[in-house]
């Protein structure tokens, strides 16, 4: 019997896991609180274990033989359907994200929903469009061809639970991979809505599969799962050890996207107006944005106009409820979180970092915390170094390329970069200088989802975006067939 659905801002959603096509309880389930409101419980949500994780995973391969044996085209139509329904509730679909995990509700109904149906749309396309590689050598005529790999787990983390799952998704099941998707626990609830639509798109059961539940339980049982064929993953290095672990042991590849500690590099030949807003828009979020440029790097001839610039554009942010139009720096995800960041803050004060603005709660009974500037005496400082997932910003200058391209990769990080100058010549060169999946210039955010996503170093293993996440979900084939033996 499956749970009642719980009414969550007049949209009703399911607690339960969605496995082969219809609703499964657990005997234990999890709370799940709004950031808006610590006091306001959303839901008992499914809490699933190792037979759960049993479950799913039989439906998944039950459902592989079909799903993947339909053409890229068939399986478009399926596709295109779950878009066209994403588009038709986005505001249901928002208003969950923002009481879920306090994304600023403005931004999912005008942009970030969306962006899971063009995701969709995308994959689609990309794989139904997809021509197989032909070319005759040694008196053969070869044809390489994309073979889906099988059963795919993905596993989600809480900063952007709509767009990571869809972007996930989306190449898994347009490759012919039937899938489980394992959300983060402290932000559950659009996966349970995205269930409910690849129902309604009539998606043959077990194709998508949704667990509920902990990391370290029905996650890791996901992964441990001898028959599940690819495994794509977002979160922190020390959960990707584990999965590296069960991967190992299974031989399946997987894709790990690990966060980041991106630098956000000032020339004195910039738009500086430009760049102090920008920089200060890594406050948005409430900075626990992967992406995020986190240690501002600026040419010291430029360092007072510059903080004077970011300081006014810093000014402009507005803290509150992320339902409010006005707002633009919502709550952080959950007191633990908002613990470890102000933890961050802390140590830096104790340790004689000099904080340039902010260092505090913003109000003692919320979620809240003050967009925060902090001067690290030295490059190998807390703060320089490691990833907070707050907002929280470093500062330090430069006086050449060299030392700027020097300080930009000298964390363990890799996963993206930002850089503000006017010069043609120097963004070219700065930009393939810097160590990281993605350098934006004079930008940040713009992404092409047919360019390659994901990082170096810790920030982490493979790439996603267009073919390259097809081709991860597929095993290559080549077939050669001998010339002048077939008609
Ligand atoms: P974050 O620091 O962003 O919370 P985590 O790596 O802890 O990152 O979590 C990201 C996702 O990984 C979540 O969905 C979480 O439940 C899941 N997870 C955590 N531990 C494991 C594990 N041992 N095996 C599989 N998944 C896990």
């Not at 339980?217 to 690819?230: I, K, M, N, S, T």
């Not at 240690?295 to 509150?320: I, P, Q, Y």
């Not at 633009?328 to 803050?345: N, Q, W």
Request: aromatic residues 8%; charged residues 25%.
């Amino acid at each position: 019997m499956p749970s009642q659905r719980v009414e969550i801002s007049d949209v009703a959603v399911s607690p339960d896991h969605f496995i082969g096509g219809r609703r499964v309880t657990s005997e234990l389930t999890f709370e799940v609180r709004s950031p808006l409101d610590w006091d306001w419980k959303l839901a008992d949500v499914a809490r699933g274990d190792a037979l759960t994780a049993d479950l799913a995973v039989s439906a998944a391969v039950k459902a592989f033989d079909g799903w993947s044996s339909l053409s890229a085209e068939e399986r478009a139509r399926f596709l295109h359907r779950l878009a066209d329904l994403i588009d038709d509730n986005i505001d249901d679909l928002a208003v969950v994200e923002c009481v879920d995990m306090a994304m600023l509700l403005e931004s999912l109904q005008k942009r970030v929903i969306h962006r899971g149906a063009e995701n969709l749309r995308n994959y689609a396309d990309l794989a139904a469009g997809h021509e197989p590689r032909r070319w005759s050598s040694k008196g053969t005529d070869n044809v390489v061809q994309r073979m889906p790999a099988g059963p795919a787990v993905i596993i989600t983390p809480w900063n952007a639970p709509w767009l990571l799952s869809t972007w996930k998704v989306a190449p898994a099941l347009a490759a012919g991979n039937t899938v489980i998707l394992k959300p983060a626990e402290w932000a559950p609830l659009s996966g349970s809505l995205l269930a409910d639509l690849a129902a309604e798109a009539g998606f043959p059961p077990g194709v998508l599969n949704i667990v509920q539940g902990m990391g370290d339980e029905v996650g890791a049982a996901l992964v441990a799962d001898q028959r599940v064929r690819r495994i794509s993953f977002t979160g922190s290095p020390e959960t990707a050890r584990h999965i590296g672990v069960s991967a190992a042991r299974n031989i399946v590849p997987f894709t790990a996207e690990l966060g980041g500690k991106g630098p956000f590099i000032v020339f004195a030949d910039s738009d500086l107006d430009a760049a102090a807003k920008k920089a200060a828009g890594q406050y948005d979020d409430s900075g626990q944005v992967c992406l995020a440029g986190t240690r501002l790097l600026v040419e010291e001839s430029v360092s007072d106009e510059f903080v004077g610039l970011f300081d006014k554009h810093t000014d402009a942010h507005v803290l509150g409820d992320s339902r409010n139009p006005s707002t633009t720096i919502s709550p952080l995800i959950h007191p633990d979180h908002l613990a470890r960041v102000e933890g961050f803050v802390d140590r830096a004060r104790e340790a004689g970092e000099t904080i340039m603005r902010g260092g505090d709660r913003w109000r003692q009974d919320g979620l809240w915390y003050e967009p925060t500037l902090i001067r690290p005496r030295h490059n190998d400082a807390e703060v320089v170094q490691r990833e907070i997932f707050g907002p929280v910003l470093t500062y330090q200058t430069f006086s050449t390329e060299d030392e700027a391209i020097s300080l930009a990769n000298s964390t363990r990080y890799g996963l993206s970069g930002i850089v503000y100058t006017g010069s043609r010549e120097r963004a070219e060169r700065v930009g393939s200088s810097v160590r990281a999946g993605t350098v934006w210039v004079n930008t940040f955010l713009v992404r092409d989802l047919t360019a390659p996503f994901g990082g170096c170093r810790m920030s982490g293993i493979g790439r996603e975006g267009g073919d390259y996440a097809l081709d991860f979900h597929s095993d290559l084939k080549t077939v050669q067939i001998s010339q002048g033996s077939v008609d």
